[in-house]
């Protein structure tokens, strides 16, 4: 550098001192006076290899290259110089470029070579399984804090004593946790990193890699926690207690730089694209393990529970999660799919014979696969079974119990069975029917297969008779085993029948409704009074403890509030009768302020006037109904029967 300074230096002097032209200020000709110039220092590209500062690596283009010098440049290849650029016939070698080259292995290049033997790989690919609502995904998202990124906690036991190691990005300037999501049809996004975006549709999928590698092969794994922060303002919808996410074990490496929706890294696409799926490891369900244990945006901070997995993966260490695709071995995250050659090809869907129900196969066109004949239900759940409750309404004295259920994977119907008082093992069993009632392409979604498999159950007056009052439970049944259906225990059968409405002066169906339309609803609940004194009105209905409840935010701004039902107005108008929603019911409340009655819900178009309230000797009606303020936050489509009110 110094020498370069001096050259520098001696250069402006000489270009300073030097004439403009070839005739000096003072006459003179100095065309022919010589003039002494510095040589100057060695510069990569000028065509001369300087034996001090220039080599082939860092000046190819001076030095040239030899074969041996371990580059494979200028005119080498495989066939000129296998020392450098690898065998004949073996493309040179890349990390990424999927093939493990001789100057690649496990530890400098885990893409194409796979994990160490002994390593310790936590690599998994979340997706929904049921998206509850057009907009309900979930965001895992860091919001920009080093403590929000994705982190497992892992307590293990090794040699008598206890340890716990944590594993998150830039945890202590680890380098050996990586999160980002893909979204279908669109390329790598590094905005897209420390966060997983979850969802049906548009699709989008969380990718998480952990290298705990560093706990002995040795160790017993006690506990493993995968803590994740939800989105403070769109992680989780209040109302979303039913999206259902799977966890995947990823059957392949990915590259955190480079991952997209069609490749796992560059030049590398995924056999199916969004990533290729492994044996399932857990679900995770939007009510159960978020918000029945306090994990929302008012509380973003859990936790899920995969210490059986991580004590999986420390048993199968020795394997490797590299183990390579035709070694003879079916190891690691090989399966049929992604490595017939060790696994065996997988069954084929159309081969009815052999003994599985799958593929487009049914009852049908394939009877000796898909026996309509179902062991009975039992406390062994099967993981693969799916399906909910949607709805338990009143019929003419009877009820009816609507839903679907599936076998993940499988076109073929399976069974649901009734349940009163209680589950298999101390309910009463009401009756079966096949799930082979056409659906909407949501349940498909969520089955993961063509078919029908909505179902509808109706009882008798006398069964409702013998048992009102008492919790609902739906068991899928399937083959390969059974499993309860979302919302189980969650509905009741009604209690008598609710009073019909004969003194009510409108039709429903000529009503315009303010917020969403229950006329076709069933009448489920008994509105027994309503009441106006000092400054409240109470509705006596009998669903206030037993419709199911859904978190809502709180008015103050401060945590949530469990609602179940909307109480409404009739008011006529000009002629015309306006329905409107006026208040939330909480878990068995029946009393709000009568001024809400006038509330800023009501005064919307098309009603007209923006200063109603009501006045001394109006006539108004009543009802209570499932939630129906937001077509988005929902429980139950039923409703009450309508009470008359005179207004003090």
Same mark, same amino acid.
């Given at each position: 550098?110094?020498?370069?300074?001096?050259?520098?230096?001696?250069?402006?002097?000489?270009?300073?001192?030097?004439?403009?032209?070839?005739?000096?200020?003072?006459?003179?000709?100095?065309?022919?006076?010589?003039?002494?110039?510095?040589?100057?220092?060695?510069?990569?590209?000028?065509?001369?290899?300087?034996?001090?500062?220039?080599?082939?690596?860092?000046?190819?283009?001076?030095?040239?290259?030899?074969?041996?010098?371990?580059?494979?440049?200028?005119?080498?290849?495989?066939?000129?110089?296998?020392?450098?650029?690898?065998?004949?016939?073996?493309?040179?070698?890349?990390?990424?470029?999927?093939?493990?080259?001789?100057?690649?292995?496990?530890?400098?290049?885990?893409?194409?070579?796979?994990?160490?033997?002994?390593?310790?790989?936590? %690599?998994?690919?979340?997706?929904?399984?049921?998206?509850?609502?057009?907009?309900?995904?979930?965001?895992?998202?860091?919001?920009?804090?080093?403590?929000?990124?994705?982190?497992?906690?892992?307590?293990?036991?090794?040699?008598?004593?206890?340890?716990?190691?944590?594993?998150?990005?830039?945890?202590?300037?680890?380098?050996?946790?990586?999160?980002?999501?893909?979204?279908?049809?669109?390329?790598?996004?590094?905005?897209?990193?420390?966060?997983?975006?979850?969802?049906?549709?548009?699709?989008?999928?969380?990718?998480?890699?952990?290298?705990?590698?560093?706990?002995?092969?040795?160790?017993?794994?006690?506990?493993?926690?995968?803590?994740?922060?939800?989105?403070?303002?769109?992680?989780?919808?209040?109302?979303?207690?039913?999206?259902?996410?799977?966890?995947?074990?990823?059957?392949?490496?990915?590259?955190?730089?480079?991952?997209?929706?069609?490749?796992?890294?560059?030049?590398?696409?995924?056999?199916?694209?969004?990533?290729?799926?492994?044996?399932?490891?857990?679900?995770?369900?939007?009510?159960?393990?978020?918000?029945?244990?306090?994990?929302?945006?008012?509380?973003?901070?859990?936790?899920?529970?995969?210490?059986?997995?991580?004590?999986?993966?420390?048993?199968?260490?020795?394997?490797?999660?590299?183990?390579?695709?035709?070694?003879?071995?079916?190891?690691?995250?090989?399966?049929?799919?992604?490595?017939?050659?060790?696994?065996?090809?997988?069954?084929?869907?159309?081969?009815?014979?052999?003994?599985?129900?799958?593929?487009?196969?049914?009852?049908?066109?394939?009877?000796?696969?898909?026996?309509?004949?179902?062991?009975?239900?039992?406390?062994?759940?099967?993981?693969?079974?799916?399906?909910?409750?949607?709805?338990?309404?009143?019929?003419?004295?009877?009820?009816?119990?609507?839903?679907?259920?599936?076998?993940?994977?499988?076109?073929?119907?399976?069974?649901?069975?009734?349940?009163?008082?209680?589950?298999?093992?101390?309910?009463?069993?009401?009756?079966?029917?096949?799930?082979?009632?056409?659906?909407?392409?949501?349940?498909?979604?969520?089955?993961?297969?063509?078919?029908?498999?909505?179902?509808?159950?109706?009882?008798?007056?006398?069964?409702?008779?013998?048992?009102?009052?008492?919790?609902?439970?739906?068991?899928?049944?399937?083959?390969?085993?059974?499993?309860?259906?979302?919302?189980?225990?969650?509905?009741?059968?009604?209690?008598?029948?609710?009073?019909?409405?004969?003194?009510?002066?409108?039709?429903?169906?000529?009503?315009?409704?303010?917020?969403?339309?229950?006329?076709?609803?069933?009448?489920?609940?008994?509105?027994?009074?309503?009441?106006?004194?000092?400054?409240?009105?109470?509705?006596?209905?009998?669903?206030?403890?037993?419709?199911?409840?859904?978190?809502?935010?709180?008015?103050?701004?401060?945590?949530?509030?469990?609602?179940?039902?909307?109480?409404?107005?009739?008011?006529?108008?000009?002629?015309?009768?306006?329905?409107?929603?006026?208040?939330?019911?909480?878990?068995?409340?029946?009393?709000? %302020?009568?001024?809400?009655?006038?509330?800023?819900?009501?005064?919307?178009?098309?009603?007209?006037?923006?200063?109603?309230?009501?006045?001394?000797?109006?006539?108004?009606?009543?009802?209570?109904?499932?939630?129906?303020?937001?077509?988005?936050?929902?429980?139950?489509?039923?409703?009450?029967?309508?009470?008359?009110?005179?207004?003090?």
């Amino acid at each position: 550098m110094r020498q370069q300074l001096l050259w520098a230096l001696g250069l402006a002097i000489i270009l300073a001192c030097q004439p403009t032209d070839s005739t000096s200020p003072l006459g003179t000709d100095t065309t022919d006076t010589p003039i002494t110039r510095p040589i100057p220092p060695p510069v990569c590209g000028d065509a001369v290899c300087d034996a001090t500062n220039e080599d082939t690596t860092n000046c190819p283009g001076d030095c040239g290259s030899w074969c041996g010098d371990g580059v494979c440049n200028g005119p080498e290849s495989t066939v000129l110089c296998p020392q450098d650029c690898g065998n004949a016939g073996t493309p040179h070698a890349s990390c990424g470029d999927g093939v493990c080259s001789q100057n690649e292995d496990t530890v400098s290049c885990s893409l194409d070579c796979g994990s160490a033997p002994d390593a310790l790989v936590f %690599n998994i690919i979340i997706r929904q399984t049921y998206q509850s609502c057009s907009s309900c995904g979930i965001w895992f998202d860091w919001q920009g804090e080093q403590a929000n990124k994705p982190r497992l906690v892992v307590e293990y036991e090794h040699v008598g004593a206890l340890h716990t190691a944590e594993y998150q990005h830039d945890l202590g300037g680890m380098d050996n946790a990586h999160s980002i999501w893909i979204q279908s049809g669109h390329a790598h996004d590094e905005g897209n990193k420390h966060q997983m975006l979850i969802k049906q549709s548009p699709h989008r999928k969380g990718l998480l890699r952990v290298d705990a590698s560093d706990i002995p092969a040795a160790a017993t794994i006690t506990e493993a926690r995968l803590h994740l922060h939800i989105n403070k303002h769109e992680g989780l919808a209040n109302a979303d207690h039913s999206s259902i996410l799977m966890v995947h074990e990823s059957a392949r490496d990915w590259d955190w730089n480079s991952v997209s929706w069609t490749h796992a890294a560059t030049g590398q696409p995924w056999t199916t694209e969004g990533g290729d799926l492994g044996r399932e490891v857990r679900e995770i369900h939007a009510g159960g393990d978020m918000h029945d244990l306090g994990f929302n945006k008012a509380h973003p901070d859990g936790f899920f529970d995969f210490t059986p997995y991580m004590q999986l993966l420390q048993s199968e260490r020795g394997l490797g999660s590299g183990t390579v695709c035709g070694d003879g071995l079916c190891a690691g995250p090989e399966t049929q799919a992604i490595c017939p050659q060790d696994c065996g090809a997988p069954p084929d869907p159309d081969n009815c014979g052999d003994g599985s129900c799958n593929g487009d196969e049914n009852a049908g066109t394939c009877p000796q696969d898909c026996s309509q004949s179902f062991p009975p239900p039992s406390t062994v759940v099967n993981a693969n079974i799916h399906g909910f409750i949607d709805s338990v309404n009143a019929d003419n004295g009877g009820a009816v119990i609507q839903g679907w259920a599936c076998h993940l994977g499988q076109v073929a119907a399976i069974e649901v069975h009734a349940f009163a008082g209680g589950d298999v093992a101390s309910g009463t069993f009401l009756k079966s029917t096949l799930a082979n009632v056409s659906n909407e392409q949501a349940v498909n979604d969520a089955c993961q297969a063509g078919g029908s498999h909505r179902y509808q159950l109706s009882l008798s007056p006398s069964e409702v008779k013998a048992h009102a009052g008492k919790s609902i439970t739906v068991y899928g049944v399937a083959a390969q085993g059974s499993a309860p259906l979302a919302n189980s225990d969650k509905f009741h059968l009604p209690v008598g029948a609710p009073p019909i409405n004969s003194d009510v002066p409108f039709d429903l169906n000529t009503v315009k409704w303010l917020h969403v339309n229950v006329t076709n609803w069933p009448v489920t609940a008994n509105l027994s009074s309503v009441s106006v004194q000092g400054g409240t009105i109470c509705m006596e209905y009998d669903k206030k403890s037993s419709w199911p409840s859904v978190a809502i935010p709180h008015n103050s701004g401060n945590g949530t509030v469990d609602v179940v039902a909307n109480p409404w107005v009739f008011i006529e108008h000009d002629g015309q009768w306006y329905a409107a929603t006026w208040e939330w019911m909480g878990v068995g409340s029946t009393c709000k %302020n009568k001024t809400s009655v006038a509330g800023d819900h009501i005064k919307q178009p098309p009603f007209g006037p923006m200063d109603w309230k009501p006045t001394s000797g109006q006539t108004l009606y009543f009802m209570v109904s499932g939630l129906a303020r937001f077509s988005n936050i929902k429980n139950v489509s039923e409703r009450s029967n309508i009470v008359k009110v005179i207004w003090p």
